[in-house]
């Protein structure tokens, strides 16, 4: 399967703790995105790389997200501190620099 | 402020029938859009598109209608079947920098055999 993968697929942690996501995009894409859903919304957008740079994050990336892309290739999601209001799915999309984005399965994150 | 507006959360059609989802928005700058569909418990796929410049898009089954002067936008599913079922969700994107999605809340369809 050569689509965009997530790991963990589930990640349950207590409030205050620290987690990390990873996303490995479709091997030649060199954009990334990762983007954030909640029940009942649509996917929102949180921070975009091309190769292993971050040029863009939302508003809603607030400090204690950090995102990094290393080696232009896999990319990876981290929450310091987490607080319930951070539960949600966490969505990675790759795309070949065009429009079109090609989304993995997601990470579902729950903070109790 | 939504910017893409999917007013209907669902729709329940015939098998065989067509569906038809709708999707507004209010941002001029948007000059392209995408159609995803999402079952639960995985990402959303990519269905469809359309740029601005054209009013209609054909893919096998699916079609997307753009009328740009409205703001508005459609997919037709025709016909519709059993595995149609999911949530749609409706983009778009400015084309500026990252070419990041804004999308709609969704609308769930549900095809019945």
């Known amino acids: 399967d050569t689509g965009v993968s997530q790991n963990p697929r589930h990640k349950i942690t207590k409030r205050g703790q620290n987690v990390t996501f990873r996303c490995d995009p479709i091997s030649e894409h060199n954009r990334l995105y990762w983007y954030r859903q909640t029940l009942g919304q649509g996917p929102e957008f949180l921070t975009y790389f091309q190769n292993e740079a971050q040029l863009e994050k939302s508003r809603l990336l607030s400090d204690r997200f950090s995102a990094e892309r290393p080696k232009g290739s896999f990319s990876t999601l981290e929450i310091q501190r987490t607080e319930q209001g951070d539960s949600a799915m966490y969505l990675c999309?790759?795309?070949?620099?065009?429009?079109?984005?090609?989304f993995g399965p997601g990470t579902r994150l729950t903070v109790t | 402020d939504q910017q893409v507006k999917q007013n209907s959360p669902s729709l329940s059609v015939q098998e065989g029938r067509i569906s038809i989802l709708n999707c507004d928005y209010t941002?001029?700058?948007?000059?392209?859009f995408l159609w995803y569909k999402k079952y639960p418990a995985e990402g959303p796929t990519f269905l469809i598109s359309?740029?601005?410049?054209?009013d209609k898009n054909e893919d096998g089954r699916f079609t997307v209608f753009l009328n740009k002067s409205a703001k508005h936008l459609s997919l037709h599913i025709v016909p519709s079947q059993p595995g149609d079922s999911a949530v749609y969700f409706c983009?778009?994107?400015?084309?500026?920098?990252?070419?990041?999605?804004?999308f709609g809340k969704g609308t769930k369809l549900s095809v019945i055999p």
């Open positions: 983009a778009a994107s400015d084309g500026a920098g990252s070419y990041q999605l804004t």
């Open positions: 359309i740029s601005s410049i054209k």
């Open positions: 941002n001029s700058m948007f000059d392209y």
């Open positions: 999309a790759s795309s070949p620099a065009n429009y079109e984005q090609y």
